[in-house]
Each structure stands twice: as structure tokens, then as C-alpha cells.
């Protein structure tokens, strides 16, 4: 007996979902209906405690932050703002933006970067190539005597 056209279609097993069906109901009341949906069955399945409300940001927070507006907040690396830094030094591919009207110089420091081997920097270059981003600049700054050299690298957005 072969199953009928419509159980091919269902989700996973272990994946339900929850249609909601309410009157006058405003986008915050939603939220609130849901979050608390969400909280009682984390509670009873796995006895874990959510936050009420659930934490909210803003997309230009996000964006100045992250970088991104879905940031994986597990990650907890975070942009910093170095346009004013930045504006007088020599390097065009900072100085322009830098000077330039909405524009923006942003650093990310990863905490034993240094470490990093220059593979791993490659592959994080080819990373960075594939977003949105104008310019990519690695450095390495070392606490020990050893001498290591900067890794520069720039990827300009290619035209059509």
C-alpha cells in the first residue's frame, strides 16, 4: 500500500507546527503570547528558564555591533568603531571611507588572533571576500619578543 500524496508533505517527525488563531490582537500582544509559549514549554520539556521578555535589538544596533542583522549571539566578538582613529593616517582604503560622508571604519579584535596561522588567516580572508565588506585588513600584534610581520590583504568589490 503506498502512503497517500499528502503524508509526503508533512514535516519531520518531531516537528509540529502551531497555527494561532486570534482577534484584534496587536503585533506586541503576539509577541508576548508566543514568548511565553516558548518559556512554558522550555520549562516543563527541560526544566531551562528563559528571560521575560525575550532580548531584543534593534537592526542599527545589530548592524553596528555585528556587522550583521541575524547575529549569532553565541559569538560574542563585536565590531569596533575606529572612524575617527582612522581619518588622518596615510592608508587611502581607511582615510577615504573614514573621510567619506556615512562612512565607516570598523575593527574586529580576536582575542589570540595572533596565534593564527597564516592558513587560517587565508581562509578568513576568502571569508571576508565573499560578504559585503570593501576591505579586509589582518594585523597580527605580538606580546613576545618574536617578530612577526602585518598580513595586509584588500579585496575591492568587483563590478558586474
Known sequence: MFPRRGLARRPPAGI???????????ETQITA???????????????????NPFPRMSYAEAMGRYGSDKPDLRV?????EVTDAVKDVAFKVFAGVANSENGRVAALRVPSGGAFSRGEID???????STA???WLTSRSMTSRSRMKPVCNRHREESP
Open 33 to 51: 503570547l508566543m514568548e511565553e509559549m516558548i518559556r512554558s514549554i522550555f520549562k516543563e520539556t527541560m526544566d531551562v528558564e528563559l528571560p
Open 133 to 135: 565588506r570593501r576591505a
Open 16 to 26: 509540529h507546527p502551531v497555527d494561532i488563531e486570534t482577534s484584534f490582537l496587536n
Open 123 to 129: 581562509e578568513y580572508t576568502k571569508l571576508s571576500a
Open 76 to 80: 560574542t566578538l563585536e565590531l569596533t
